[in-house]
């Protein structure tokens, strides 16, 4: 199986960027697809950003469409979410899972394998 660790989180103004990295071990990152999601508080996890074991195909929600970007490195077993003007709705804990199955995956249900999550606070 697959462990996720992901990083970058942290605390960023309105309009910033950050870039989230989801590094895993213990299997190689190319089986999989991945999914990053969020929970605020008070707020049931939602789905963010998708991407095809290949890294060809990607899937966003629409929020998030035009300033996140879903990329993946499967020689450095990493996924990364590059987050571009950040808002203070964006605030969350975000995680990267994993899943074996060669197509869309966009239910937390679906995934098997999850990171611990890593905190975006975006200041306004």
């Known amino acids: 199986q697959v462990q996720l660790v992901e990083s970058g989180g942290g605390l960023v103004q309105a309009g910033g960027s950050l870039r989230l990295s989801c590094a895993a071990s213990?299997?190689?990152?190319?089986?999989?697809?991945v999914g990053w999601f969020r929970q605020s508080p008070g707020k049931e996890r939602e789905f963010v950003a998708f991407?095809?074991?290949?890294?060809?195909?990607?899937y966003y929600t629409d929020s998030m469409k035009g300033r996140f970007t879903i990329s993946r490195d499967n020689a450095k077993n990493t996924i990364y979410l590059q987050m571009n003007s950040l808002k203070p709705e964006d605030t969350a804990v975000y995680y990267c899972?994993?899943?074996?199955?060669?197509?869309?995956?966009?239910?937390?249900?679906?995934?098997?394998?999850w990171g611990q999550g890593t905190r975006v606070t975006v200041s306004s």
């Open positions: 899972a994993a899943d074996l199955s060669p197509g869309l995956v966009y239910r937390d249900s679906d995934y098997d394998y």
């Open positions: 213990g299997r190689t990152l190319g089986y999989y697809a």
């Open positions: 991407i095809n074991r290949s890294g060809g195909s990607t």
